[in-house]
């Protein structure tokens, strides 16, 4: 995300905006991509995540290639809440989680 000075600068129907956020979307494709990435990761884990995590990041991971926006965040919050994930996955899963709420 990029914050940029619109000051007396028309951007689209804003004028004299101050300032304009502007997000880069993530697609389904990347986000089921890095999903898979983190599923290989947690099978080399010691201790391994638990069965009932590892099906949420599966459940996830099928949402986003299903293209269920909606499905896959509200697997992603859930991870996030149950706070079983080690920090590196968890650090990952809120990042993709902020790519498609600022998508």
């Not at 619109?6 to 890095?34: C, I, K, R, W, Y």
């Not at 391994?48 to 599966?58: T, Y």
């Not at 269920?68 to 994930?85: H, I, T």
């Amino acid at each position: 995300m990029a914050t940029f000075n619109q000051h007396n600068q028309t951007v689209g129907v804003q004028h004299n905006a101050e300032n304009m956020m502007v997000g880069t979307p993530v697609s389904m494709a990347d986000l089921t991509a890095g999903l898979n990435d983190i599923l290989g990761q947690a099978q080399r884990m010691e201790p391994p995540l638990p069965p009932e995590v590892r099906a949420e990041l599966e459940a996830a991971r099928d949402a986003a290639a299903s293209g269920d926006n909606a499905e896959a965040q509200g697997r992603l919050r859930q991870l996030l809440e149950v706070g079983s994930l080690t920090t590196g996955i968890d650090s990952q899963v809120a990042t993709m989680l902020g790519a498609l709420l600022g998508g």
